[in-house]
Nanobody, 119 residues
Framework: QVQLVESGGGLVQAGGSLRLSCAAS????????MGWYRQAPGKERELVAS???????NYADSVKGRFTISRDNAKNTTTLQMNSLKPEDTAVYYC?????????????WGPGTQVTVSS
C-alpha cells in the first residue's frame, strides 16, 4: 500500500508564491507518474501538473508559466512551486501518484491541502 503526505498549503495574497510538497511511502514498485490536481468548491477535480519518471511534464493551460513541478525519484517526492498566484487558484490541492505493478496501473491520492489566494 502506498501513502501520500502533502504539505505547504496555506493563505497567500494574489501575486504571492507557495510551494507544495508530497512524499510517498510504503510498498512502492514502480512510480510511472506523479502529479497535482485541484478541486475548487462546486467544480470538478482537474489536473494542474504532472511529471513522469523521465522528467516529462504536463501543465494545465491556466498555470503554464506560473507553476513548476519537479520530482526526486530517489526520494519518491514531488514539489509544485506556485508563483504569481491568483484568486482563481484557490482550491484543495491533491497529490497523485500512478504506480505500475503486476502489469497494471494503480492511482493513489493524498488527503489534500488547502490553498487560498486572497485578492
Amino acid at each position: 500500500q502506498v501513502q501520500l503526505v502533502e504539505s505547504g498549503g496555506g493563505l497567500v495574497q494574489a501575486g504571492g508564491s507557495l510551494r507544495l510538497s508530497c512524499a510517498a511511502s510504503g510498498s512502492i514498485f514502480i512510480i510511472t507518474r506523479m502529479g497535482w490536481y485541484r478541486q475548487a468548491p462546486g467544480k470538478e477535480r482537474e489536473l494542474v501538473a504532472s511529471i513522469t519518471g523521465g522528467g516529462t511534464t504536463n501543465y494545465a493551460d491556466s498555470v503554464k508559466g506560473r507553476f513548476t513541478i519537479s520530482r526526486d525519484n530517489a526520494k519518491n517526492t514531488t514539489t509544485l512551486q506556485m508563483n504569481s498566484l491568483k484568486p482563481e487558484d484557490t482550491a484543495v490541492y491533491y497529490c497523485n501518484l500512478e504506480e505500475f505493478r503486476g502489469l497494471r496501473f494503480y492511482p493513489y491520492w493524498g488527503p489534500g491541502t488547502q490553498v487560498t489566494v486572497s485578492s
